[in-house]
DNA sequence: ACCACAGTATGGTCTGACCATATTCCCCCA
DNA sequence: TGGGGGAATATGGTCAGACCATACTGTGGT
């Protein structure tokens, strides 16, 4: 005989997962919907409470569900979306393995920090997030606290572009270079040239000047992390985020 | 007493995924190394191997891991890098929660697709992907075959564009949106104007012409899927891909 | 030298138990 | 009648142990 294909029987919890996502099309299930109970799925779909368990999982490592212990109406698996820890932890653990290069995530952000400068021109944006970020920067006192609003102002970009997509892979990419980010600023010192460039980006995004936009925020990137391609040795890296949610 | 912090105490899984991302990083693990096995790991750290399961789930639905039952060199779960695989299952279920909606889908691949073609005409990108591409699609005779050769196309553009991340965003918005470009396609009924695109495409990146390149992508995925940014009722879907991986 | 078969390590699955947590219910007391 | 407090309960979290299917490994016989 000849021309056998393998079998490949799905998991368990495969055709869990196959069922659940058949249920939130069909049912039209939304954010805030709650899941049946474990024991009750694994009834239902004729499988053990463990396969729906490992179905779980991989529902909330997808962001799409967060489990709640105890009992009563917020009890339970309910669907969520956060979109962003999922690739948070991809690009992680990716760059971990070394399957994702340093240049790679820099470059991406970069096309997306654009993209959101100009998008959030074009689109109108509601200026009072970015405003606060901007004045939050101002009074920050250590690299760290600099960096965590700087990325606020930059997800504020993003967010107000429209666009939640784009707004969850900069909040991750961001996310993922942050350790890189407060060293560049420890190495920068002063962050007045920073300030400047932010203020010039605000007014531009303001003003719904889409290309000076994007063009301040290449420039501005471009100068306040100049050596943010150049990986870090093993040893230079602390232990950073890890695995694991929670709703 | 007051300030009390919820304690959230990690669950087992979590820890074990932590355990294991600190050995991938300080082991210096990579692509093609076996993790020990489910009851050793488990044993070691000290949980059950239920705990242990869970936590390759996760692993695997990220796309680091892959696990194969049997003995030998290659059984076990082996370190591996899918990255587009994790991110087509990611969107999949948020455009299914209503939580992602098709046109922010469909403005990310924009934006990635005039990227990376910009990017593949500096970069010198190697041709030989392209052609073939291009000339499967010009031979194609229903519209899911097109559409397949179509995205070889784009797809083979991204990872000409040398960043492996923004390949495995092109792929998964592709494979993500693949139902609709079908769709497209069927509606549209004669090709040829779709070709002419692809080889301007093509003529731009090889002459290295990234503004020329970013500029024909646009135009042509206006031109081509006009109506793919009005989403299609729920009855019009069919059951789709689903949920599930295997190494 | 080769082949067949037993041995074994691997993930996949199930059962059933117990724990921790948080809400809900209900009874008793004021 | 109202309220407080404890029991009941539903939920996820964890564990132990068993068994199955799979696929390599080694061994012994021909």
Same mark, same amino acid.
């Given at each position: 005989?000849? *021309?056998?294909?393998?079998?490949?029987?799905?998991?368990?919890?495969?055709?869990?997962?196959?069922?659940?996502?058949?249920?939130?099309?069909?049912?039209?299930?939304?954010?805030?919907?709650?899941?049946?109970?474990?024991?009750?799925?694994?009834?239902?779909?004729?499988?053990?409470?463990?396969?729906?368990?490992?179905?779980?999982?991989?529902?909330?490592?997808?962001?799409?569900?967060?489990?709640?212990?105890?009992?009563?109406?917020?009890?339970?698996?309910?669907?969520?979306?956060?979109?962003?820890?999922?690739?948070?932890?991809?690009?992680?653990?990716?760059?971990?393995?070394?399957?994702?290069?340093?240049?790679?995530?820099?470059?991406?952000?970069?096309?997306?920090?654009?993209?959101? #400068?100009?998008?959030?021109?074009?689109? *109108?944006?509601?200026?009072?997030?970015?405003?606060?970020?901007?004045?939050?920067?101002?009074?920050?006192?250590?690299?760290?606290?600099?960096?965590?609003?700087?990325?606020?102002?930059?997800?504020?970009?993003?967010?107000?572009?429209?666009?939640?997509?784009?707004?969850?892979?900069?909040?991750?990419?961001?996310?993922?270079?942050?350790?890189?980010?407060?060293?560049?600023?420890?190495?920068?010192?002063?962050?007045?040239?920073?300030? #400047?460039?932010?203020?010039?980006?605000?007014?531009?995004?303001?003003?719904?000047?889409?290309?000076?936009?994007?063009?301040?925020?290449?420039?501005?990137?471009?100068? #306040?992390?100049?050596?943010?391609?150049?990986?870090?040795?093993?040893?230079?890296?602390?232990?950073?985020?890890?695995?694991?949610?929670?709703?």
């Amino acid at each position: 005989m000849s *021309g056998w294909q393998p079998v490949r029987r799905t998991r368990a919890f495969e055709d869990v997962l196959a069922q659940i996502e058949r249920r939130i099309a069909g049912d039209g299930l939304t954010v805030g919907d709650r899941l049946p109970g474990e024991r009750q799925l694994a009834e239902q779909l004729q499988v053990s409470r463990s396969s729906v368990r490992e179905a779980m999982r991989v529902l909330e490592t997808l962001g799409v569900v967060s489990s709640q212990v105890g009992r009563g109406p917020d009890a339970g698996a309910v669907l969520i979306s956060r979109p962003a820890g999922a690739l948070t932890d991809l690009l992680r653990l990716h760059l971990g393995l070394a399957s994702l290069s340093l240049e790679e995530v820099v470059d991406a952000r970069l096309m997306i920090e654009k993209w959101s #400068a100009a998008h959030a021109a074009r689109h *109108g944006a509601d200026l009072s997030a970015l405003t606060a970020a901007l004045e939050r920067m101002g009074e920050a006192a250590t690299a760290e606290e600099f960096v965590e609003h700087d990325t606020a102002f930059h997800v504020a970009i993003a967010e107000a572009s429209g666009n939640r997509l784009t707004a969850a892979m900069m909040r991750s990419l961001r996310d993922s270079l942050r350790r890189y980010a407060v060293e560049a600023v420890e190495r920068l010192g002063d962050t007045t040239g920073l300030m #400047a460039d932010h203020r010039r980006i605000y007014r531009a995004i303001a003003a719904g000047d889409a290309a000076e936009a994007s063009a301040a925020v290449e420039e501005h990137l471009h100068r #306040a992390y100049p050596g943010i391609s150049r990986p870090l040795r093993n040893e230079d890296r602390g232990p950073g985020g890890q695995l694991g949610h929670r709703g």
